[in-house]
């Protein structure tokens, strides 16, 4: 198994630290607000590469932070008027809403940061102690000209920097490369903390270092993030980590990029956003949702469109009735074996899939594999040439498949019961042979927003999108 590691700047062969268990941490939520369907393209990827490690044999650790202290859950907490834990909890319980719904699987640990003052303040005393750290008017700081390697994450010229800048806000861009705040000290409209340097609350870039080493130890396997993380804020978990222990902090690092909209990346400070809520409430399936957002290279930007979810959900619906034409056939009760044909195929797609998977996690022709392979089904449907061993044996290989992509099992969407009592109208109109009447309920139907489908166990009723 092949990843490209952003720190160095290639593509390398992975083997875990121990033995089958891979240790990882995945940058979680900043828990001021709903998150977008960009945050989740990257939330999804992590899911996907957390899924394809089991699928490999691999145990998974899973570290994932939910930022409930830092500039921005503050400042909306006071704009709010309401505690910070008031305001932070609500986002979070609805983060982990979201995340059921895209069918990301829960990792091991959620760490609050709140929850974690004592760590990051014993991290913070070490850097002290090693001359890293320094007090300054308005907090503790981060001396990077103390650590060497500064920049080799995101290939930055630390030379280039004037020592003794500083930076106090917990975002910022490259061009502002300084000293950065590991603890700001108190504020009169901030929440504090006591501590032996001065009471204050954390800097958004210690938290991480602080949970991420609690939970995976001092050197793990993989770290993860989207690529607007790289700098400052991974760049600064390995200076606050490695200047701490001097070991290495990160063997894997990997981030995905952005997802876009019309060339700009989707961002609560350019207004261009959707949130997962927003989607749903528009009407979109979850699935297809989920389905958009894995099926583009981790690396690769995706683009977002409505043309492109609409394009997803004819594919989820593509494999959902390929699958019940399967199940109907398993159901059957004459017996017979697996034809080697059938069995040829199946392993021709799961080696296909596995390869590219394997590679990188090389999404796009993995699942060109799999839908090369949901065609030629089809066509053997079609020839009556699919026996029930046979459907019963594709079925087990699908289920497999989708313990990674998990978009196999419809979501059950409820249908209207004025929808419902159309239909059933239909049917009486049909069973009367007023075939007029019966097409223009179905029209009525249609311009509802549901399509009715006549199969031969009776109709089926689908929302359209
Ligand atoms: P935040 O809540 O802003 O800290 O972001 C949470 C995660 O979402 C981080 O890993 C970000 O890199 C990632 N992220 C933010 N915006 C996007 C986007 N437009 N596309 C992909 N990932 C994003
Ligand atoms: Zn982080």
Redesign the pocket.
Known sequence: MRFYNTLIKSVEEFSPLEGDVVKMYT????VYDY??I??F???VFEDILRRWLKFRGYKVIQVMNI?DVDDKTIMGANEKGISLDEYTREYTNAFFEDIDTLRIERAEHYPRATEHINEMIALIEKLIEKGIAYVADDGIYYSIAKFPEYGKLSGFDVKSVKAGARVAKDEYDKEDVRDFALWKFRRPDEPFWSAPFGDGRPGWHIECSAMSMKYLGETFDIHI?????IFPHHENEIAQSEGATGKKFVRYWLH?????VEGR???KSLGNFYTLRDLLSMGYNPIAIRYLLLSTHYRKQLNFTFDGLKGAYSTVMRLWDTIGRLESISDLSVDNKVKPKVRDMIDRMVKGFTEEMDDDLNISPALAHLFDFIRDVNSTIDRGELGSADASEILKALQSIDTVLDVMTPIEEEIPSEIMEMVEKRERAREMKDFGLADRIREEVFNLGYIIEDTKDGPKVKKKI
């Open positions: 940058c979680g939520p900043t998150a977008h960009g945050n393209r990257t939330y930022t993030g989207g690529v607007d993380n995905s990029e952005h997802l876009i990346k989707m961002s």
